[in-house]
Structure formats: C-alpha cells, structure tokens
C-alpha cells in the first residue's frame, strides 16, 4: 500500500467511526442493532436521536463527511431536509437518526427486536 492510500475497513470499523462522528456532534440514545439474521437487506442498524432537526442534519452530515473522507458514498440519503429522521444507506449498515418524537412513534428498535442489540461492542 503507498503512503497516500488509506487501508480499506471493514464494515464494523466503518461503523464505529460513524458511531464516534455521531456521538461528536452529540448523539444521543445510540443503538447498534445487528439484524444481518432477520434482515436481507443489511446487517447493522445504527439509530439515534437529535435533539431538534438541525442537530438531526448536523449529525447526518458528520456521518457523511466521515465515511468520505474513506472514500465511502452512502447508496441514499432520506429525510435530509426535513430533518425529523434521515435515513442513510450504506448497504452493509443503514444509519437512522431521529428526532425524539418521531424516533418514539415509529420504534424501530421495537420492530427489529428479533435482531442482536450490539451497541457496547460499538461505543467508544
């Protein structure tokens, strides 16, 4: 590898430096949930809340910037505008971030509770 180039991460290093970009820009009530046995479509949910939607698009953004900076483009972005819940699709990962109202009705954690909630493997 020459000195410029990064070193490819796998997916938990991946996502532990979104988790500390989140927990940056003060995150709160964060979740990692491994859903890789009931899900076909990923295999970690990360889920947090802001505290209003600019905190919510600040911690997207911090997200965003952090995996860019490993070359890492997200497959979509969702909500971004709004602010109330983005949802960012990196495939391997899918990265929720709420306000607490909405993060409240819809329950994720709830639906995907058949998955393994992983988050002290994940919090620094």
Do not use: N
């Not at 947090?48 to 911690?59: D, L, P, T």
């Amino acid at each position: 590898m020459s000195p410029t180039q990064k070193p490819v991460l796998d997916v938990a290093e991946r996502l532990r430096e979104v988790v500390a970009a989140a927990q940056g820009r003060k995150a709160v009530d964060l979740r990692v949930l491994h859903v890789d046995e009931v899900s076909d479509f990923t295999e970690y949910f990360l889920i947090c809340s802001g505290s209003s939607g600019r905190q919510v698009q600040a911690i997207a953004e911090a997200v965003q910037d952090t995996l860019r900076g490993d070359g890492v483009r997200p497959y979509g972005v969702e909500g971004f505008r709004h602010g109330s819940w983005v949802l960012i699709d990196y495939g391997e990962f899918v990265v929720h971030i709420f306000d607490h109202e909405i993060r409240s009705y819809y329950g994720l954690e709830r639906l995907w509770a058949d998955g393994s909630d992983v988050t002290d493997s994940f919090i620094q």
